[in-house]
């Protein structure tokens, strides 16, 4: 074979070329050495840090760049998005790759995308914007003519955001759409031919609805909701900024594509190939070797897996892999192509050929819809996937059921050819020896009355991997009048280690005649065809099961359905089954915002954009990781305890001390102050000592040269254990009597016993309701970059938290000095929602120790899996209720008690139990009241603050007994809600008297605008239709107290300085997560001096410009640190005033020069602590917040029954926030908590080591990375959006009477839930089950379809089964 021959010829021929990359622009020689590195360390490395790491795993499209390069067939350059964290560097070799900077910036001008999406508000924390600004480009360079708004919407699934809720940003990119384009040329229409509203303002539409707002100041001036002129499509292809485009290099136009041979870090080898022959020759020298196409596999497994491979073959260029054939009896694809090309193909042929033929090739394109997002269709490989063998892969089943063939060719080139059926041996195990490769995959047309069909469940429909998924294919044949089966293949992913066969039922089916005796027969006996046991890894066996019959009965009726018609064929379809077969085509979504200026100044009350904006979305806006790396300085990484609950027996280090790039580990021993932390309680130990009480402690830290050397230096770290008996759950610690000491709370109204026993009560009910966790999932992970000066006298860091103060008080703790000599500044961070405001800072603790004993900086950042192991979630919740109430639904007495998980310390569980027991009324009067609360100690990561801290589970508590009490009686929920409102003058369960309370303004609004009883019928309607599809809705108040609990936290600093040109700098106590805060406060300022927003700065938080601030949390820190603000300014002005009062015509930079002369002090310190507030737990009584936010929202959503798949149809939510000080901001902070809201309650669900999931590694978490843990995409917002600001409603309980917005709306989501829950009363209707059941938090479709209770989950589960969660 002379491999070696041609070896030296490879080498030879790589030796001679240089290995070259353009990165916007700009020619870079890659060195030799780097084959370990992806193109996201390469860019960032290089300082191109506006591409951002989020997750490292394609899950969260932070990384998205453009790759380019030249089709030598096509003879054009081809344009795709990719995932840089999975890009393997050198793969890239003899491309162009286009980052966010290589768009616009904001000296040399802004792209339309990017400015498109600035001006839309389109981001917040803007951490994920990057990424989305390069989804929509490369979207539009590769299209030929302007996309299509669901071709829009499609593109961005890849993309996750976790403050918007998506609107803005569809909004944004909506302009460039082709249904749009018409318009641009008649301005005058007032509607489109559709019924789109057109905007009276711009001419063009948009979602700013007819409702546009009339600013009350200056009544003529009538503009746009959103508040910004849009561009158009052809301003980014025809027009002026196509100059600043940068052009496809022409040095790569006529460069010859070269084999490669390089290495990397560990003696990685890297190969890429350009001929078939190579490929052999280096298979049979290195039979491990590794192929790979688009790394989206191996580079997980080389991750996550800390598999190494030594060599790794690229086969992206070869021919022979690439290839794409159209025969006469079916398609050849290249074992190397690239989904998205297969799906093109795919495309094209179904539009050119007979329907008959392409019933495989339908069956494919439909399933690559739910495959992984753009950026992973646009590299992940066919043979990639076949070859990986995943038992969840969702084409393998379909390639088994078409009866596709695989060639594959060994060393010797000897060609053989199997069928995919027989293809797969075992869990990730195929027909592949060492020597062998897959060559390519033969699809064979499907004949007449051939059918194939895929079928797949997944927690979220785009972007995931299956629950269980199938490849379906029939072949019938008229016979003797009846319409028989002559073929079958009936295939399943996901219900064993393989995709599998079902070989019983293939072969009952053959033979038999199409009807509903073959139905029932074969229904039968694919329950024992494919087994589960209990105990499966992977969980939700009933779930599964009962998927794989739905499937099947969906399969049957699809294919009674294109039978429909067929001479002799008789197995009709009733209209109401086609529910079951109706596949989901989302339309796009549209958005419509409703809110009036009330303007106070030049600038408050103005929906201003984001002051960050235009630095966001061109990535020129720096996060703590992307400070650069100060000269000697070093990466941390943590060692963690991989034990629930154990003793430290030993711990050997010897294998880090030789790991490459070791500078130094640092236990317990090493602090040089206390080793005890805590946020309240002293409970914590920075480095665990003898005992660990949950997997992920921290035990030591270990520092090496880069952040791949210390993560994998704190990997060879081994530690001996002792097992020790684990609490890990609820359930576990009410039985083991484990609770955090002295959290017990109490709270009482009237007389609760005496009421349940008078008789008074016409009912009384009892139950539980559980709750389960929910992640923070900021796109951006925990850093902090650490160092000491002045010889190590003084400790500064930058960190990503939302409370400086807490890193400044945990690292002078530990590191025993003084606060003074401790500084902690943030820039911003992106995106933190409660968890960055006390579980950020152990891990700057942590890092500041090697840094202050080393005397060198030190930077941490966290990994998406370990920051989602270790740092804590959401306390998941459980309550007990007993509730009495009358005939009519008045409710007389609650009986509560509530338990949180609170993990292995105490952090602030205590604090959010008692917001728990403050809302366990939500805003409902209730006469008699007894409440009981305590926190769990569990061997879990200590739970923490997560948007609304404890209120929405105390709501959504009330809000499942209030349902069921409308169950008891027959009556709909939304009436016992309006029955049991309560109103101004009403005494809470805490003594305090409501006022202005707007609860039945936002009710009544909501109702009249969503005309809930037309809903209502409308439903109702549906449902009566379709047996397989029902449709639900609901209506859910809410009322969210404004402070912090603790009296003490309630207070604010700020600094201002006034400069000599008239320009001001604000320092404040808050930190700016994306929430709009740090606008909202320049505002302010703006409107108190009466100049420009433009001539306000607000630069960081910075510990030593204001200290002791509390943390930016609780919704209030714009009414405190304005207040703060503007007593700053006042002071100002008030010095001011004098020489003002002599200059009345002068500017604001001439009075400034005029008091600098005369020796006038124009910087303050501006402080506010909020009147009026208290709350003394002994008597139970008090003020504990200074106001309440009022809301209400109305949802419908739309379930499939046979499989939980849901979708929101419509969201119509009304929020009193007084005279908002920014609607625009406003508006996303309601939009992006509705939508995270949304998560919690049907999307995202916490798979822990637990009791429930005995699978799991006890105390592991499961769901660590976006692979696993489904945050809401752009395809799961409601498909109608409307969100609505109470008008003439001011506030005088706060800053220019405006309200707090950031908690308040996130329990509206549960209306999707409630809708859910009454979609599914439907469905259970049609199976005679007409009684209350129980529905856990979050409704997965694991949880809809099996609360659809009907014959194919019968014979797994009873009709109450509760899915098991992890509370
Ligand atoms: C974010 C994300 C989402 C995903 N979503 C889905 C999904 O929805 N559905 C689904 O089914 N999968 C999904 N996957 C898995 C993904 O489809 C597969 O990882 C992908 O198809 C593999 O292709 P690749 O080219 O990237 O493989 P690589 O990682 O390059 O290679 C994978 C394996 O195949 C081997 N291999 C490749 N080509 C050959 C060949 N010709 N001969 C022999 N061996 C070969 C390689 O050696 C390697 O072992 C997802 C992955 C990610 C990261
Ligand atoms: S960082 Fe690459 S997809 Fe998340
Ligand atoms: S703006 Fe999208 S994650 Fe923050």
């Keep these: 074979m002379g491999s070696l021959d041609h070896e030296e010829e490879l080498i030879a021929l790589a030796e001679s070329n240089e290995a070259i990359l353009y990165i916007n622009g700009i020619r870079h020689v890659l060195p030799n050495g780097l084959a370990h590195l992806t193109l996201l360390q390469y860019l960032r490395d290089l300082g191109l840090t506006g591409t951002k790491l989020g997750c490292g795993e394609g899950g969260c499209g932070a990384c998205t760049v453009m790759a380019s390069y030249y089709d030598e067939h096509l003879k054009k350059s081809v344009h795709y998005a990719i995932n840089a964290c999975l890009a393997p560097l050198y793969s890239m070799e003899g491309m162009h790759i286009i980052t966010v900077e290589g768009l616009g910036n904001r000296r040399n001008g802004l792209h339309p995308v990017q400015e498109s999406l600035a001006r839309a508000h389109g981001s917040q924390c803007g951490f994920c914007t990057p990424g989305f600004v390069m989804s929509m480009y490369a979207l539009l360079r590769s299209s030929e003519m302007p996309p299509t708004e669901e071709q829009i919407e499609e593109s961005l699934a890849g993309n996750l955001c976790r403050c918007t809720g998506y609107r803005p940003i569809i909004d944004a990119f909506r302009v460039f759409a082709k249904s749009y384009d018409a318009l641009y040329t008649n301005v005058s229409s007032a509607s489109t031919p559709g019924g789109d509203f057109v905007c009276p303002s711009t001419g063009k539409p948009c979602s700013c609805g007819s409702n546009a707002v009339t600013n009350r100041t200056s009544a003529e001036n009538v503009t746009c909701g959103n508040g910004y002129k849009r561009v158009s499509y052809s301003e980014i292809d025809g027009s002026s900024y196509s100059e600043k485009e940068l052009i496809f290099p022409p040095e790569l136009l006529l460069r010859k594509t070269k084999p490669l041979n390089l290495n990397g870090a560990g003696g990685i080898k890297w190969y890429r190939p350009l001929k078939l022959q190579h490929v052999l020759d280096l298979k049979s020298r290195y039979p491990d070797a590794k192929l790979v196409v688009g790394n989206t596999e191996v580079g997980i497994e080389t991750k996550f897996k800390n598999v190494q491979y030594q060599v790794l073959i690229s086969v992206i260029h070869v021919p022979e892999l690439n290839t794409l054939i159209v025969r006469d009896d079916g398609l050849e694809i290249g074992a190397a192509v690239r989904l998205t090309e297969l799906l093109n193909l795919l495309k094209k042929v179904v539009a050119e050929r007979d329907a008959h033929e392409t019933s495989s090739c339908k069956a494919f394109i439909e399933q690559l819809k739910w495959f992984a997002g753009k950026q992973i269709k646009n590299v ?41 059926e027989d293809f797969f041996m075992g869990y990730r195990k195929v027909d592949l020896t060492c020597s062998e490769i897959l060559l390519s995959v033969f699809l064979p047309w499907s004949r007449p009355f051939e059918f194939v069909k895929e079928f797949k469940q997944a927690h979220r429909r785009d972007d995931d991997i299956a629950i269980v998924n199938a490849g379906m294919r029939v072949s019938l044949e008229e016979k003797d009048g009846k319409w028989a089966v002559s073929d079958a293949s009936i295939v399943y992913g996901g219900v064993a280690p393989v995709s599998l066969s079902a070989p019983k039922t293939k072969h009952f089916l053959i033979g038999k005649s199409w009807d509903k005796e073959l139905l029932q027969g074969a229904l039968g006996i694919l329950k024992d065809d494919i087994f589960l046991s209990d105990n499966a890894p992977g969980g939700m066996v009933e779930f599964r099961k009962s998927l794989t019959l739905s499937f099947f009965f969906k399969f049957f009726l699809w294919v009674s359905h ?29 958005g419509i915002q409703d809110y009036e200026v009330m303007n106070h100044g030049t600038s408050v009350g103005f929906p201003m954009v984001h002051l960050s904006s235009k630095l966001q979305v061109t990535g020129e806006a720096e996060y703590a990781d992307d400070t650069p790396m100060p000269p000697n300085a070093l990466h941390a990484a943590l060692i963690l305890s991989r034990k629930a609950h154990a003793r430290i027996l030993s711990i050997d280090d010897s294998g880090a001390k030789i790991s490459p790039g070791f500078k130094g580990l640092f236990t317990s021993k090493d602090v040089p102050g206390s080793n005890c932390i805590g946020p309240v309680v002293y409970d914590e130990e920075l480095f665990a000592t003898e005992i660990v009480t949950c997997v992920g402690q921290v035990i030591g830290v270990v520092v090496a040269d880069t952040h791949e050397n210390a993560r994998l230096a704190s990997r060879k770290v081994h530690i001996e254990y002792e097992d020790l008996p684990a609490v890990l759950s609820i359930k576990d610690a009410l039985q083991s009597n484990s609770f955090h000491p002295n959290t017990e709370r109490h709270m009482k109204k009237g007389d609760v016993e005496w009421c349940l026993q008078s008789g008074e009560c016409d009912k009384i009910i009892e139950g539980e309701v559980q709750i389960g966790g929910q992640e923070h999932f900021y796109l951006e992970p925990n850093s902090s970059l650490i160092w000491t000066m002045d010889g190590g006298n003084e400790v500064h860091m930058i960190s990503s938290t939302q409370c400086p103060d807490k890193h400044q008080k945990y690292v002078a703790h530990v590191l025993d000095l003084p606060m003074s000599k401790v500084v902690c500044k943030t820039k911003r961070i992106g995106g933190g929602f409660g968890g960055k405001e006390t579980r950020s800072a152990f891990i700057a603790a942590a890092a500041s120790v090697p840094s202050y004993i080393l005397k060198r900086p030190v930077k941490i950042t966290l990994d998406r899996d370990l920051d989602m192991m270790i740092t804590g979630q959401r306390h998941s919740f ?4 007993k509730v009495g109430f009358t005939k009519e639904g008045k409710v007389l007495a609650l009986d509560l008690e509530i338990y949180n998980n609170g993990g292995n310390s105490l952090d602030l569980s205590f604090a959010v139990l008692e917001r ?10 209730i006469p008699h009241v007894r409440l009981r609360g305590k926190v769990c100690y569990t061997n879990f990561p200590s739970n923490t603050a997560f948007r609304g801290f404890g209120g929405p589970q105390g709501m959504l508590i009330t809000e499942n007994w209030i349902q069921r009490i409308a169950m008891e009686l027959q009556k709909s929920p939304e009436e016992i809600r309006e029955l049991n409102f309560q109103s ?9 008297q409501l006022k202005h309370c707007t609860l039945h303004q936002v009710w009544d609004e909501v109702k009249a605008s969503c005309d809930f009883s037309k809903a209502r019928e409308a439903v109702n309607e549906f449902n009566l239709h379709n047996r397989w599809k029902k449709r639900g809705l609901a209506m859910v108040p809410t009322k969210f107290g404004i402070a912090f609990t603790a009296k003490f936290m309630n207070q604010a600093g700020a600094l201002v300085h006034v400069y000599t040109d008239g320009t001001v700098l604000v320092t404040h106590g808050g930190v700016e997560m994306g929430q709009g805060l740090h606008t909202k406060i320049a505002q302010i300022a703006a409107s108190s001096f009466n100049i420009p927003l433009s001539s306000i700065f607000i630069s960081e938080t910075s510990t030593d410009k204001v200290p002791n601030a509390t943390p930016t949390a609780a919704s209030a820190s714009s009414d405190m640190y304005g207040m703060a603000v503007l007593d700053a300014c006042e002071q100002i002005k008030s010095r001011m005033e004098p020489i003002a009062s002599k200059y009345k015509d002068k500017s604001f930079a001439e009075i400034a020069r005029a008091c600098y002369m005369e020796r006038i ?6 402080f506010y602590k909020t009147p009026d507030i208290g709350f003394d737990w ?31 149809r419509k969201a119509d939510i009304v929020m009193d926030l007084g005279f908002s000080l920014n609607p625009a901001i406003d508006i996303g902070q309601i939009e992006g908590a509705f939508v995270q809201g949304m998560g919690w309650v049907a999307l995202e669900e916490l798979k822990w080591g637990d009791p429930a999931h005995k699978w799991i590694t006890p105390g592991f978490l499961y769901t660590s990375g976006p692979g696993s843990y489904k945050l809401p995409t752009v395809n799961d917002i409601p498909l109608e959006f409307k969100v609505s600001l109470l008008k003439g409603v001011p506030n005088v309980k706060a800053i220019h009477s405006s309200k707090a917005v950031g908690e308040p709306p996130f329990f509206l989501a549960s209306s999707v839930f409630f809708a859910i829950k009454d979609a599914i009363i439907a469905a259970r209707a049609e199976s005679g089950y007409s009684d209350w059941f129980p529905l856990d938090n979050p409704a997965t479709p694991e949880r809809i379809r099996m609360a659809c209770a009907d014959d194919f989950t019968k014979p797994f589960a009873i009709s109450n089964f509760q899915p098991k969660l992890s509370v």
């Design 878 to 881: 459980l309550g007990k209720y």
């Design 380 to 420: 992940a490989s066919v043979g990639g996937n076949i070859c990986t063998a995943s038992p969840i892969s969702d084409l393998n089943p379909l390639w088994m059921a078409a009866g596709a063939k695989f060639r594959i060719i060994d060393c010797k080139e000897n060609v053989r050819t199997t069928l995919a």
């Design 1178 to 1208: 002994v008597t139970g009584m008090g003020n504990p917040f200074r106001y309440y936010t009022y809301g209400a929202a109305f949802a419908e959503v739309e379930i499939d029954t046979l499989t939980g798949d849901f979708h929101t």
């Design 984 to 992: 101004d003058g009403y005494v809470l369960h805490y003594g305090r």
């Design 1161 to 1166: 002090d124009l910087s303050a310190h501006g």
């Design 562 to 590: 294109q039978m429909e018609g067929k001479q002799s064929f008789t197995e009709g379809l009733p209209q109401s089954h086609l529910s079951a077969i109706q596949s989901y085509d989302r339309p796009s979504s549209s």
């Design 916 to 925: 728990a027991i403050f809302h366990s009324d939500n805003v409902y009067d």
